[in-house]
């Protein structure tokens, strides 16, 4: 019941993701990165045990066919799961399992996968992947951003979304973007309203975790950018 951009920026050094789904607090259970190594989506019917699982896999390095291999070795319920790993280089592995509540499927491109499940259909993926192709001259967390919209423009999921999420690391340790919309009428416009808020504070918060006495306080670096210090005031 989700559909999921898992993407990377050869030019930057960028990985993220960004996902919407019927079901509340999408953003802790489905998809997780390994900082430098890869990406990995266990949804449909999703089990946080099967993503720590690929997750461990990944940070062994092992290349993405071999994590769905293992993975789908000791999952009783592989078929009705959707599973896809991205790996820094580039390359990909995906599996929509055939018990996997329909429309689903899944859409692989240069740098990017999409994929999706319960979903009124295959133009939603179509959308995702155009949206992330026609904007390679912006930043990754803006097109994966816009990914996801357009996936909601193009219908999305039959019985809508309930929760969102967006989280990107670029060379650091540590996510640049971690924002979660656990439950909305509207969460990704609800993530929209966040993010644009937070992308001044993206190389703030950097600065500040690597030298904490490199940057003023967060309320007179909104100030003086003209932001107010909660979107929603």
């Given amino acids: 019941m989700t559909f999921t951009i898992l993407g990377r920026c050869a030019r930057t050094g960028k990985a993220g993701f960004c996902q919407a789904t019927s079901t509340p607090a999408v953003g802790w259970r489905c998809t997780d990165i390994v900082p430098g190594r890869g990406l990995v989506t266990v949804q449909a019917h999703g089990d946080y045990r099967q993503l720590q699982r690929a997750i461990a896999l990944v940070e062994r390095g092992l290349s993405p066919p071999d994590v769905l291999a293992e993975l789908a070795k000791e999952d009783p319920y592989f078929d009705y799961r959707q599973l896809a790993v991205l790996d820094m280089q580039g390359r990909i592995a995906v599996k929509t399992g055939p018990k996997a509540r ?76 971690n924002l979660r919309v656990d439950v909305a009428a509207e969460p990704i416009g609800e993530m929209r309203t966040i993010f644009d808020w937070f992308k001044p504070l993206i190389p703030y918060y950097v600065a500040r975790t690597l030298d904490p006495t490199s940057v003023v306080p967060k309320k007179a670096f909104l100030e003086k950018q003209g932001l107010p210090v909660n979107p929603y005031r």
Avoid: K
């Fill in 102 to 177: 329909p429309w689903a499927g899944e859409i692989v491109g240069t740098d990017h996968v999409v994929t999706g499940n319960v979903l009124v259909g295959e133009q939603v993926l179509r959308a995702m992947t155009h949206a992330f192709m026609g904007s390679s001259g912006e930043e990754l967390e803006e097109r994966l951003m816009r990914a996801v919209e357009a996936g909601r423009d193009a219908g999305g999921q039959e019985e809508g979304q309930t929760s969102c999420a967006l989280v990107v690391y670029a060379s650091e340790s540590f996510p640049i973007v």
